[in-house]
């Protein structure tokens, strides 16, 4: 099923406000509408649809005058799919971004941002890209699930803050790294708690069991929709365990233009069969690494962690490079000279900053 909600053209909207300023000033309308300009998405379309999945049909004959028949014989459920909110702007000049999410998060991630700014799909909305901000299967709006999982009422905030590299939480307080980019004032650590989302399909507290080849078909069949709706291929944008469903998904589709992995939880070897994959299409990828991992407290089982996670983005981007026609690179943030970042990028204060430097390698590199 696929939800539009059809927008006001944007000669509609000038007819409209000529109408209505007809008695007024010319001169002071005209500086009305500049002066909001720039403040302004216009869009062309928007609108949901689901893709991929499947459909479980339970045995027997279902019988419609005993619907409330607790077995559910001969009944269907659509499951494991991908939902997909998309906006594409009024110029829509530059390849589609497909949005993917990590542990514990949905699309609002990209959206907004803890202290409310806009967030990156606003911003690549503005540079002219179509966006397509994915809740992944069993999470969020696609919570429909062919495996049952138990929803944690654990209190682990901290355990995910620590993990985040947002900073040290100590006596009840956060305590957020030096110079760090992360929004840590109390409403926006309410803000970003709260964005946490269960996985209707998972047991395990730690993501143990993901699975990441539902994520991957699903966002595969998501990828291939695009290309049927739009006949590009799609810049894929990955964050965290999501980066891993990013990686498979060049397995089931050749629609992808690049695939722009930020902190990724790990990258392909080069003997598996999604290095090959993304070397047989020839697909350009960057990475993109924060602060505090080099830095990071030695105390703290993360920052080993993460620089382990990133070593694999460097042995990913040298062997792919040696694949002829390819394309990779790591960014490594603070030495671009960009400090302060922490395992949510897109969320710190200088999100627009990182937005801008993909987006130069975007336009560089991706044609």
């Not at 302060?340 to 204060?349: A, E, R, V």
Request: glycine content about 8%.
């Amino acid at each position: 099923m696929n939800t539009k909600i059809k927008l006001v053209t944007t000669a509609a909207i000038a007819s409209i406000l000529l109408a209505a300023c007809s008695t007024t000033n010319s001169n002071n309308s005209s500086k009305a509408a500049t002066s909001s300009d720039s403040k302004v998405i216009r869009l062309a379309d928007q609108g949901i649809f689901s893709a991929g999945g499947e459909v479980k049909t339970s045995p027997g004959t279902f019988n419609p005058s005993d619907q409330w028949e607790e077995s559910g014989a001969g009944q269907t459920s659509h499951v494991d799919h991908a939902n997909v909110l998309f906006q594409i702007p009024e110029k829509d000049s530059e390849l589609p971004m497909v949005f993917l999410h990590g542990y514990g998060q949905s699309r609002m991630g990209w959206q907004t941002t803890p202290d409310g700014r806009d967030g990156w799909s606003d911003y690549f909305l503005k540079q002219g890209h179509s966006v397509y901000l994915v809740d992944q299967p069993r999470r969020g709006e696609a919570g429909q699930t062919s495996v049952a999982g138990d929803i944690s009422t654990k209190t682990l905030d901290q355990r995910w803050y620590t993990q985040f590299r947002i900073g040290r939480w100590e006596n009840g307080q956060s305590e957020a790294y030096k110079d760090s980019q992360f929004p840590n004032d109390e409403e926006s650590l309410n803000q970003f708690f709260r964005q946490m989302t269960p996985d209707t399909g998972m047991k395990s507290d730690m993501g143990a069991d993901y699975d990441n080849e539902v994520v991957a078909k699903a966002l595969a069949k998501t990828i291939d929709e695009v290309y049927k709706r739009t006949g590009k291929k799609s810049i894929v944008v990955t964050h965290s365990q999501g980066g891993a469903a990013g990686w498979t998904a060049a397995r089931y589709t050749d629609h992808i233009g690049a695939i722009v992995a930020i902190e990724p939880g790990g990258a392909p070897t080069a003997d598996s069969e999604e290095f090959k994959a993304i070397a047989k299409q020839k697909i350009p990828v960057t990475f993109y690494y924060g602060d505090y991992i080099d830095n990071g407290d030695k105390d703290i089982p993360a920052t080993a962690m993460w620089q382990g996670m990133r070593q694999t983005a460097y042995d990913f981007v040298e062997a792919l490079n040696k694949e002829k026609g390819n394309k990779g690179v790591v960014v490594d943030l603070p030495k671009e000279g960009i400090k302060g970042n922490t395992h949510f990028i897109f969320q710190d204060k200088n999100s627009d900053q990182v937005a801008e430097h993909v987006e130069k390698w975007l336009k560089e590199t991706v044609k």
